[in-house]
């Protein structure tokens, strides 16, 4: 099993450009997170799904950031515009079926908003 | 929401010495009490996991205790080497939800 894969590893951008943030889950897994880390912060979860659909959407920021998982192997995180506060290292993760908590992380995507 | 907190934040120790991270959280529903092991540039990595129905577990070096009673669960590295050096977070479930409320992380250092 590949993992969790992310894309891009890392992205530099200009504050007011759209950012797109890509995860592919494991396969077969039922749940996906998208978390921000950062050092002030530590760990945050932005929003999780369930089978594709959003289930809780309160750890995202405000209206700038966007999450879609339009099938069970795809997932974005749209900044849209982006803003130099915006710089972190943002994972994904998916896990498996309920009754298992186990979360995997992807090697996340260092964003850097300048 | 779940509060975690973690302790200590930073832990300096000898090679082959003992390591203990504590956490507590404050939700007595949790049932789930995961460690997350993250090196320098790294993603974070499930190192043990414990559930509520079992008061200890142990995979080799690293061991995993509950205290439900008074919310706390910690981990326990015996015998530190260097590759032990990284931050680790420990975390719990938000209630009835799914998702991990994790700890602020401790930086552990194991000194040669």
């Known amino acids: 099993d590949a993992g969790v894969i992310q894309s891009p590893r890392h992205e530099v951008t200009e504050m007011g450009q759209e950012v797109t943030l890509r995860c592919k889950p494991i396969?077969?897994?039922?749940?996906l997170f998208w978390y921000r880390q950062t050092m002030m912060r530590g760990l945050e979860l932005l929003i999780y799904?369930?089978?594709?659909?959003?289930?809780?959407d309160s750890g995202m920021p405000e209206d700038r950031f966007s999450a879609k998982m339009p099938n069970a192997s795809f997932s974005t995180l749209k900044i849209q515009p982006s803003e130099p506060r915006d710089s972190a290292v943002y994972f994904c993760?998916?896990?498996?079926?309920?009754?298992?908590?186990?979360?995997?992380f992807g090697p996340g995507t260092r964003l850097t908003v300048t | 929401g779940e509060n975690v907190e973690q302790h200590p934040s930073t832990l300096s120790v000898q090679e082959g010495d003992s390591a203990v991270i504590k956490c507590t959280y404050s939700?007595?529903?949790?049932?789930?009490f995961p460690w997350y092991k993250q090196e320098l540039g790294k993603r974070p990595q499930l190192i043990i996991d414990?559930?509520?129905?079992?008061g200890e577990k142990k995979d080799q070096r690293i061991a995993v205790t509950l205290n439900k009673t008074a919310k706390h669960f910690s981990l326990h590295i015996t015998e530190t080497q260097p590759e032990d050096s990284a931050v680790y977070f420990c975390?719990?479930?938000?209630?009835?939800?799914?998702?991990?409320?994790f700890g602020s992380g401790t930086q552990l250092t194991v000194l040669p």
């Open positions: 414990i559930r509520s129905n079992v």
């Open positions: 396969s077969g897994h039922d749940y």
């Open positions: 975390a719990v479930p938000s209630g009835s939800a799914r998702q991990l409320t």
């Open positions: 939700d007595s529903a949790s049932n789930y």
């Open positions: 799904f369930n089978n594709n659909v959003p289930i809780d």
């Open positions: 993760a998916s896990s498996p079926r309920p009754g298992q908590w186990e979360q995997y």
